[in-house]
């Protein structure tokens, strides 16, 4: 995969890969004109005003998949078939994202907001108690759902997520990811389509001075009845602190903490075996129960 060496005001940073600031894989050049296609297997559902694009796989107790802000369900892409020997698997793309639609294209994007679309979503399915998955902002919203209805939740494992965005995040997004740079670099177009595109890459500049979203208190993880895994990289621009919190305050709480993991700590050669690994072990019930 291509690298690239970003130079800012404060200097060189280091190399990121070339989809940059939140996560992920790279597409081909032949999906460079258009948003992603939707699957044979895929499905829209209206959702507070959205039309949601989801695909299901495997049969069993429902795992949910969230990707992470500017990205699709694609990610999960390398996943799902592993998940899918003893689960039911439910992908989507978030509001606004790839196939799925936003009524609300102003700048603020709010993940409460769409913590209410996955929690209506579940209601729809008919889903009852689920196991989830969520990277970066998918974290986020998994984070707000699980304080919104706990007895909803029977596993979560929040991935890079965040409880507020802190000042380092917000320098981060200041400098890295003006419009243009972000919806070049994370191949917005390839994803979402030009207009979609631009609009998510507006949203996520914006979370450099968005106030009060995400607003997860510590009396709020508190709330969070299912079991956890917090998985975060060691050199994350989130710093793990907000990881250490996370673990701190939600009771039933295991930190993974990845060696070299950045923000996906879930992807690369050696990481996604053993994400799946030991995402699985968890899932199962496999992990040491946590000792106070």
Same mark, same amino acid.
Request: net charge neutral; proline share 5%.
């Given at each position: 995969?291509?690298?690239?060496?970003?130079?800012?005001?404060?200097?060189?940073?280091?190399?990121?890969?070339?989809?940059?600031?939140?996560?992920?894989?790279?597409? !081909?050049?032949?999906?460079?004109?258009?948003?992603?296609?939707?699957?044979?297997?895929?499905?829209?559902?209206?959702?507070?005003?959205? /039309?949601?694009?989801?695909?299901?796989?495997?049969?069993?107790?429902?795992?949910? @998949?969230?990707?992470?802000?500017?990205?699709?369900?694609?990610?999960?892409?390398?996943?799902?078939?592993?998940?899918?020997?003893?689960?039911?698997?439910?992908?989507?793309?978030?509001?606004?994202?790839?196939?799925?639609?936003?009524?609300?294209?102003?700048?603020?994007?709010?993940?409460?907001?769409?913590?209410?679309?996955?929690?209506? @979503?579940?209601?729809?399915?008919?889903?009852?108690?689920?196991?989830?998955?969520?990277?970066?902002?998918?974290?986020?919203?998994?984070?707000?759902?699980?304080?919104?209805? !706990?007895?909803?939740?029977?596993?979560?494992?929040?991935?890079?997520?965040?409880?507020?965005?802190?000042?380092?995040?917000?320098?981060?997004?200041?400098?890295?990811?003006? !419009?243009?740079?972000?919806?070049?670099?994370?191949?917005?177009?390839?994803?979402?389509?030009?207009?979609?595109?631009?609009?998510?890459?507006?949203?996520?500049?914006?979370?450099?001075?968005?106030?009060?979203?995400?607003?997860?208190?510590?009396?709020?993880?508190?709330?969070?009845?299912?079991?956890?895994?917090?998985?975060?990289?060691?050199?994350?621009?989130?710093?793990?602190?907000?990881?250490?919190?996370?673990?701190?305050?939600?009771?039933?709480?295991?930190?993974?903490?990845?060696?070299?993991?950045?923000?996906?700590?879930? @992807?690369?050669?050696?990481?996604?075996?053993?994400?799946?690994?030991?995402?699985?072990?968890?899932?199962?019930?496999?992990? /040491?129960?946590?000792?106070?």
């Amino acid at each position: 995969m291509e690298q690239i060496k970003i130079t800012t005001s404060a200097g060189p940073i280091k190399s990121l890969w070339v989809l940059l600031f939140v996560l992920s894989v790279s597409f !081909p050049a032949s999906t460079l004109l258009a948003q992603v296609k939707a699957n044979p297997n895929g499905h829209f559902m209206e959702v507070n005003g959205a /039309n949601i694009y989801y695909e299901e796989y495997g049969q069993g107790e429902p795992l949910i @998949l969230l990707h992470g802000f500017g990205r699709t369900l694609e990610d999960w892409r390398p996943f799902i078939s592993e998940y899918a020997r003893t689960y039911r698997v439910i992908a989507w793309d978030m509001r606004g994202h790839g196939r799925s639609s936003n009524p609300d294209t102003g700048v603020a994007f709010l993940h409460k907001v769409a913590a209410k679309d996955l929690l209506l @979503l579940m209601e729809k399915l008919k889903l009852g108690k689920v196991s989830a998955i969520g990277h970066s902002s998918g974290g986020i919203l998994l984070l707000y759902a699980a304080t919104i209805e !706990p007895g909803r939740f029977v596993n979560i494992i929040p991935v890079s997520a965040q409880t507020f965005f802190g000042p380092e995040v917000r320098s981060f997004i200041s400098q890295n990811a003006k !419009p243009e740079d972000y919806m070049k670099f994370n191949e917005m177009e390839a994803q979402h389509g030009k207009e979609k595109g631009m609009i998510l890459a507006r949203q996520f500049y914006h979370f450099h001075e968005l106030k009060g979203d995400p607003d997860i208190r510590d009396e709020d993880l508190k709330k969070i009845s299912a079991h956890t895994l917090v998985v975060h990289g060691d050199n994350d621009f989130v710093p793990v602190s907000q990881a250490w919190e996370m673990f701190r305050h939600i009771s039933s709480a295991h930190l993974w903490v990845v060696p070299n993991g950045w923000h996906m700590p879930h @992807l690369g050669k050696s990481n996604t075996p053993d994400f799946i690994r030991q995402t699985t072990a968890f899932l199962h019930g496999d992990w /040491n129960p946590r000792q106070e």
